[in-house]
Each structure stands twice: as C-alpha cells, then as structure tokens.
C-alpha cells in the first residue's frame, strides 16, 4: 500500500488537495485491498508478457525490448507496458469523488522503469484525471447557494419566533401552529448547515459512515418531514375553522400537535428500520445520502401531503368566494374575518413552492442531460430558501404582526421624547377678617 499512499501525497497543481483528501479516505475504507492484489497477482501470473521477446522492429537481434513490469499500486493493476509509453486503466468506482468513466494513467519511462513522482522519488500513478474538476466546482457553487439559503432562512425564521413570542396578544391558535411550523423549520435548516460545513467537506467521514453520521441524516430527514406535515397543519386548520363553524380550536390545535411531531416519527422509524435492515452496503455509505429506493418512504408522505393541502385550498376558495358573494346582510354575519383572508393568501402562496423539489422527483433529468445543471439550482433554492418564504409570508408580512411592531415602535419613540411639565399656580382668596398674622392686602 505504500504506493498508494504516494499517489495521495503529491497531484497535478490545482488539484493535489482534492486528491490527498480523497485518498486519504480511502486509505482507510473501501473495498478488500488484499483481495485486489491477489486478483492482480493472478492476472499478471496467467498472462504471459508479449513485451520481453525480441524486438518486432527493423533490426531483429538486438535484445530484450524493455518494458515495466506490471504491478498492483494499492487501487488498480497495472500491466506489462512498453518503455517510452502509458498504460491506461478505467478509474476505481470505490474513492468517493471518483469518476469511474474516466481513465487513470501510468507512465513508463524509456529505461523501462515506472515514472517516479519527483518529490517523494515514489513510483506515482496519475489519479488526477479520475476527478472531473469541472463537475466538482459545480457541485461546489450548488453547494454554496444551499448553505447561503439555509444560513438566511435560518435568521428569518429565528427572528420570526423571537417577534411572535414577544408579542403576548398575538397568542392564538393560528400563531401557535406558525410557531410549531417555524420551530420545524428551525431545527431543519441547522441541521442541514451542520450537515454542509461539518459532514460535506469531511470524505472520510462520508466513506466509513459512523453512527453519528447516520443519526444526523435520520434526524435531518425528520425535520424535514416535520416542515410538510406542519404545513398539512395549517391547511388543515385554515379549512376547518373556515368551513366548520362549532369547533373547539384549543381541542382541536392539541390534536394537529400531535399529529405535526407525531407522524413524521413513524415515517423516519419506518424508513430507517428498511434501509437499516434490508439496504446493501453500497446504500449505506455516504452517511446514507446515497439515492435508493428507500426514499420512496420519505417522499410519498411528502406528496400526499402536498395533494391534500391543495384539496384544502381548493375547497377554501369556494367556500370564501361564495362568502364574499354573499348579500350584504349574510355577508355581515358570516363572513371570513380579515385575518383568515390574510392567513389564506399567505398559505395559497406557500404551498406551490412548498415541497416543489418533491414533486418534480419523478421528472428529475438524467446525469448528463442538457436541464440536469438548471434542475439542481431550482432545487437548491426552493429547499434552501423556504424557511425564509415562511417567515416572510406569516411573520413579517402579516398584517397583525405589523400593526403590533407599529405600535410598539410609536411607544418607544413616544416614550424618549422629553416631557414639558406645566405648573398652574392658583390663588384662593378668602373672604371675611384676616386671620391672625395673615396681612390684608
């Protein structure tokens, strides 16, 4: 293995770091290394070298043609390759960052010995190839717009909860299921920036998988859960205290609580029970990231989710456009109140982006395809940035909200403004004989 340890040590400029990581990953995980020198070794032993006969050029007789002897690096087997050229062989599929449609190469020089990096003096292999630098500043920019996005969703939604819970007459059902949904989304979009600054950029981490890693996707993935099933919530409430008019909103917001934390908990349990037990060990590296079937799990709650939200919204809408249209003396008894309106525009507007890259699953474009670069940046900015949707639309634009933050605004400025007292002096005058010592005037 000391060659592949070389070949971790020293790369092409503009890319040595990217390689030393990954293989440094690799130095410790991956496939049974020992298994891929004896399958060398036989390969090497079972084919005879077509190099070391005499010379096939003009002038027969002068000797043993020299070439370099094949030999196992710690990755790939190398064979037998003629001096003054190189051997090409398809790059591992096991290093994480690896692209196995491209080639590695060895070089082997005119004496007939292997090329030797010059600062280690070790015999190198050029890994360098095996990463497509492009695709990987890609991904690096993609990545980049979904820790920006999850880094301001994070703040508007930490300054929503901090604005409704200092409020106290903002207390009501409605606020309380913002609150829940905000605090779902909260959590969510932390653990997916710990996930892009701690996890990400750590390959080793990602290669050997440890409980861990696999704790932090099975929590980020319930919390993500929790934001559709809290958004289903809040359609939920807007339809039934819309449509229904007896109901009891403090039994009933107790119950979508439930049902907010609650169901996502099944789902992750059911999920992480079938990918646990019955996903092969190439879906359980990564930290689990890898797409498999299993995700299935995840995304179909998500879908129905979304589906019964728009049946909700839908059945709002005619039920307020028949209310609005409504005589005047209905109108003025049963009418939708203001902030439900509010309520409901902020949710008609919400729920399209919400859980958009879901739903697009089915249609995502093939590696390769011309709309595969454009996919991923819709994606990455509709999941990065809908906390800071959620927060704008039931926080900061909502009408209550900026009437309470008005208010206390024109308190405070009233409250610094220098006061001007004003003194009355009142004179009594008192009729009759003056009182002993008392001057008459």
């Known amino acids: 293995m000391s060659e592949q340890s070389s070949n971790s040590s020293s790369s092409d400029s503009g890319s040595g770091s990217t390689i030393a990581a990954i293989a440094e990953s690799a ?9 891929l020198r004896a399958a060398c070794s036989a390969r090497l032993n079972g084919s005879s070298s077509h190099l070391s006969g005499p010379s096939p050029g003009p002038e027969p007789g002068l000797g043993p043609r020299p070439f370099c002897p094949g030999t196992f690096d710690g990755w790939l087997c190398w064979p037998d390759t003629a001096a003054g050229t190189s051997a090409y062989e398809l790059c591992p599929d096991f290093i994480t960052g690896f692209d196995p449609t491209r080639y590695a190469h060895k070089e082997c020089g005119s004496d007939g010995e292997w090329f030797k990096h010059p600062l280690n003096n070790k015999t190198w292999s050029n890994y360098t190839t095996c990463v497509n630098l492009d695709d990987l500043e890609w991904k690096h920019n993609v990545n980049l717009i979904y820790e920006v996005g999850y880094g301001i969703s994070l703040l508007a939604i930490l300054l929503s909860l901090a604005i409704l819970g200092y409020f106290k007459t903002l207390k009501c059902a409605r606020i309380t299921l913002h609150m829940n949904l905000f605090a779902s ?10 996930w892009y600054l701690m996890v990400m950029p750590n ?29 289903l919530c809040e359609g939920f409430y807007l339809h039934t205290v819309l449509v229904s008019a007896f109901i009891s909103e403090k039994r009933l917001v107790k119950w979508l609580i439930a049902f907010g934390w609650g169901s996502p908990a099944v789902v992750i349990f059911v999920y992480s029970l079938a990918r646990g037990l019955g996903g092969s060990a190439e879906q359980k590296i990564h930290c689990w990231m890898s797409p498999t ?4 799990i995840l995304v179909v709650p998500v879908c129905i ?4 939200n728009l049946l909700f919204l839908c059945n709002i809408v005619r039920v307020v456009l028949l209310k609005l249209n409504a005589p005047a003396s209905i109108q003025g008894s049963c009418g939708p109140s203001r902030t ?31 709309w595969e670069n454009t996919y991923e940046i819709i994606s990455a900015f509709t999941a990065s940035f809908q906390g800071l949707c959620v927060a ?11 009437a309470q933050v008005k208010r206390k605004w024109r308190m405070l400025c009233f409250s610094n403004r220098p006061r001007t007292n004003s003194y009355t002096a009142t004179q009594f005058v008192r009729s009759g004989p003056p009182l002993p010592g008392e001057e008459k005037v």
């Open 27 to 35: 130095a410790e995980s991956g496939p049974d290394f020992d298994a």
């Open 305 to 308: 989710s979304m589906f019964l």
């Open 340 to 370: 439900v309106l509010q309520a409901f525009r902020a949710t008609l507007l919400l729920v399209p982006l919400l859980g958009l890259q879901y739903i697009v699953t089915p249609f995502r474009p093939a590696p390769g395809h011309p």
């Open 203 to 231: 390959t080793e981490l990602l290669q050997d998988s440890p409980a861990r890693c696999v704790a932090l996707h099975i929590n980020l993935h319930y919390f993500l859960l929790t934001n559709y099933s809290w958004m």
């Open 293 to 296: 079937d299993y995700d299935n």
């Open 185 to 194: 989304f909260a959590a969510n979009n932390s653990l997916w920036l710990l």
């Open 392 to 402: 704008t639309l039931f926080c900061f634009f909502n009408g209550e909200v900026i």
